[in-house]
């Protein structure tokens, strides 16, 4: 079946720093999505990408859809404590009857 | 805000037991999922329903069943509890792409 690829399975960075994470897989996918899960919570969804090319923002957080709709990239800058947690990307492709792709998460520690 | 509901967030079975997870959702959403989450496995597909009364089968049934009487509602049945079910389960309902998450139940099967 599909896969996402996202690597490495743990991040540490110290608090202030920017981090960057992608996602990719070997299909097409028509719509990007990352999620956060905190410890002991289900997760959250954070940015959703629909186009080629699309950048989006949400506070601290950049997401990119990459232009050959393989690959994503979600960005963290100024990382603060709360970061700390699972980053998931998902994608949907066409036929997938609402079934989503996930990624096997990347979890993220900030060092105060 | 969209609200999806598991009605426990830690159960403690014993093996051989019969379980019930319950899921709500109250955004009139088509779809609902079930997954559970293993640490370096990430989210794996039990089963998902498109609507009330059906129901198909993700990437790991076995073990499983489900049961979706009402839109609002999909339940996850162990009918047999067994030690490798120890796990974190998550559901999730979404009208199109964008799937919603209860919070999770974490269940220990003893």
């Known amino acids: 079946g599909q896969q996402l690829n996202q690597s490495p399975q743990s991040m540490f960075i110290q608090e202030g720093e920017d981090v960057s994470m992608n996602c990719t897989s070997s299909?097409?996918?028509?719509?990007w999505l990352w999620y956060k899960q905190d410890p002991g919570e289900g997760p959250v969804l954070l940015i959703a990408?629909?186009?080629?090319?699309e950048l989006t923002s949400n506070g601290r957080l950049t997401a990119q859809f990459g232009i050959t709709r393989k690959d994503s990239f979600l960005n963290i800058s100024a990382s603060i404590p709360s970061d700390v947690g699972i980053y998931f990307c998902?994608?949907?492709?066409?036929?997938?009857?609402?079934?989503?792709?996930f990624g096997k998460g990347i979890t993220l520690s900030v060092r105060p | 805000d969209v609200k999806v509901t598991q009605s426990s967030r830690y159960l403690v079975k014993r093996t051989g037991e019969k379980v019930f997870l319950e899921c709500v959702q109250d955004?009139?959403?088509?779809?609902m999922f079930w997954y559970r989450q293993d640490p370096g496995l990430g989210l794996r597909l039990i089963y998902f329903?498109?609507?009330?009364?059906?129901?198909e089968k993700g990437d790991i049934p076995e073990g499983y069943s489900v049961s979706r009487e009402k839109k609002e509602r999909f339940s996850l049945i162990l009918e047999s509890a067994s030690t490798n079910q120890t796990s974190m389960y998550l559901c999730?309902?979404?009208?199109?792409?964008?799937?919603?998450f209860g919070a999770g139940t974490r269940l220990s099967v003893l």
């Open positions: 999730a309902s979404s009208r199109v792409n964008i799937q919603y």
């Open positions: 299909s097409i996918f028509n719509t």
């Open positions: 990408l629909y186009k080629a090319g």
């Open positions: 998902a994608g949907y492709h066409s036929g997938a009857n609402s079934k989503l792709t």
């Open positions: 955004m009139d959403h088509e779809n």
């Open positions: 329903s498109y609507d009330v009364k059906m129901k």
